[in-house]
């Protein structure tokens, strides 16, 4: 998870009060990885969720993700910089985008500047509904 998801406090964390958005049971139930250039104590919530911040990038958040889950899904959650992050180091498997079509004015372009089919990346299933488009993004082999 990129640290704007888990909050709106930028830069040093100034106390130990903000324990993201969600109460005291996040929906994760689950250990979560937050990046941040920040230290911080890990965060253990109702229902399971544990914070962890990670200061060592994402290829260490992936790695303890993966040790955390054991053989299961590991699920990326964050922001457009957080998603860009892992899909340009070819470390997203598989991708569920749903589109809708919705003008929302400015914001951030998701694959500005990246060649997913360069990065082996393609679209594997499409299905379309009354409100959204759901693609299935997978990535085939290795990045060029």
């Known amino acids: 998870m990129g640290r704007n998801m888990f909050g709106p406090i930028r ?7 903000w324990k993201g958005w969600w109460g005291p049971n996040p929906p994760y ?5 937050v990046l941040t250039h920040h230290e911080r104590k890990p965060i253990e919530m109702e229902g399971g969720t544990v914070f962890h911040f990670v200061t060592d990038g994402i290829e260490s958040a992936l ?8 053989g299961k899904d ?36 998701l694959f500005a500047g990246l060649d997913l089919v360069k990065l082996g990346y393609s679209i594997k299933e499409a299905t379309h ?11 085939s082999g290795k990045k060029a």
């Open 29 to 33: 139930h689950s250990p979560v990885f």
């Open 129 to 139: 509904g009354e409100n959204a488009t759901h693609l299935i993004i997978e990535r």
């Open 63 to 70: 790695k303890q993700a993966k040790k955390a889950a054991n």
């Open 74 to 109: 590991v699920r990326l959650n964050g922001g457009v910089s957080t998603v860009r992050q892992y899909l340009s180091n070819g470390l997203v498997d598989r991708m569920h985008l749903p589109i809708s079509p919705k003008l929302l004015g400015g914001g951030e372009n």
């Open 11 to 17: 830069g040093a964390w100034p106390n130990e009060e």
